[in-house]
């Protein structure tokens, strides 16, 4: 297997730090975003939606999407469980990854990708030359606020996303919290002492520096 990776991308980390808490060792390849790599022909070929990760497994076929290539790896190395553990718990991990992903990781893309020089005409990843709307970045933030403050309120009555156990939904929402703070300036963790105490905690995990 190889994984097509950016050091400096969010979304790539999450599957780093999901290869970390497995201990799995997957060959990387970095895909440099910066220089438009992801937009070759032959990057296209192995993803046309011109994205990392990607993970290249052993019969030659491409996964994209993190939860794709973390569920696929789950069924190889299932110990310990970054899925839940019954029908249940695997329900509420999968919600939890998707509200963070769609509330949280959009949202600081909408900001980030409207606002930075580096992203002009790449307001969108994948194929096509999108212009920056400079009005998206201020409902951007909104978003943000929004999304931290229901985080705030999951994180006071539970220790982790998806209940007492540490699940691929923490990983992407220290992956969303990370980004913003270093991406975008918005300290998500400052007014917020239930969500500063989640992230003290999952930053310490040694995963955290993948
Ligand atoms: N939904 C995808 C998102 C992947 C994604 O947005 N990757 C970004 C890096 S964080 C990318 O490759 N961007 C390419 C670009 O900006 O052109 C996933 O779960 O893997």
Redesign the pocket.
């Known amino acids: 297997m190889k994984l097509y990776d950016?050091g400096r991308?969010?979304?790539?980390?999450?599957?780093r730090i999901y290869l970390a808490e497995k201990g799995i060792d997957i060959p990387t390849i970095d895909?440099n975003?910066r220089e438009?790599e992801?937009?070759s022909a032959e990057f296209l070929a192995i993803n046309p939606?011109?994205?990392?990760?990607v993970l290249e497994i052993d019969d030659g076929d491409y996964l994209?999407?993190?939860?794709?290539?973390c569920k696929y790896l789950e069924a190889l190395h299932p110990e310990p469980s970054l899925f839940g553990e019954d029908a249940t718990g695997e329900a509420r991990v999968l919600m939890w990854n998707n509200i963070v992903?769609n509330e949280g990781?959009f949202a600081v893309?909408e900001v980030l990708?409207n606002s930075l020089p580096a992203?002009e005409n790449?307001a969108?990843?994948?194929p096509l030359g999108l212009a920056q709307i400079p009005a998206l970045v201020e409902r951007g933030r909104a978003r943000c606020d929004n999304f931290f403050d229901r985080i705030e309120k999951r994180l006071s009555d539970s220790p982790y996303l998806a209940g007492d156990a540490f699940s691929l939904a923490d990983i992407t929402l220290l992956v969303v919290v990370d980004a913003a703070a270093n991406m975008v300036d918005i300290d998500a963790a400052a007014s917020r002492p239930a969500l500063a105490g989640w992230h003290q905690q999952v930053s310490n995990r040694p995963s955290a520096q993948a």
């Not at 991308?9 to 599957?15: S, W």
């Not at 939606?49 to 990760?53: I, R």
């Open positions: 950016f991308a969010p979304n790539p980390r999450r599957v895909v975003l438009g992801q937009l939606g011109a994205m990392v990760p994209s999407e993190c939860i794709a290539i992903e990781m893309a990708r992203f790449r969108l990843p994948g």
